[in-house]
Nanobody
Framework: QVQLVESGGGLVQFGGSLTLSCAAS????????MAWYRQRPGKQRELVVD???????SYADSVKGRFTISRDSVKNTLTLQMNSLKPDDTAIYFC????????????WGQGSQVTVSS
């Protein structure tokens, strides 16, 4: 089992910055993918950015150049630095971890509300 605990988020003005953090604990294998997803009001959950265990990341076009993901594989933490925030970034952000322990499993954080005011 893996537990993901998120922190950060909140209310920020247009153009501002926020940082989200995710701490993973439990049985974590060396090769896994972590990611941030978000669910905007009235829309389906969507991938924001993911990062592989080798450090390669992939961003959604909507956040490229504004968001930065980083991970500490020793501490099993994940961070999302969000700059130049827009009202359209308002969403619940979820931390995600996928690993194969004999079966491919996905784990989710509890979600963090990010609200960007115009």
């Amino acid at each position: 089992q893996v537990q993901l605990v998120e922190s950060g988020g909140g209310l920020v003005q247009f153009g501002g910055s926020l940082t989200l953090s995710c701490a993973a604990s439990g049985t974590i294998f060396s090769a896994y993918i972590m990611a941030w997803y978000r669910q905007r009001p009235g829309k389906q959950r969507e991938l924001v950015v993911d990062i592989r265990s080798d450090g390669i990341s992939s961003y959604a076009d909507s956040v490229k150049g504004r968001f930065t993901i980083s991970r500490d594989s020793v501490k099993n933490t994940l961070t999302l630095q969000m700059n130049s925030l827009k009202p359209d970034d308002t969403a619940i952000y979820f931390c995600n971890l996928v690993q194969n322990d004999g079966q491919l499993r996905a784990y989710w954080g509890q979600g963090s509300q990010v609200t960007v005011s115009s």
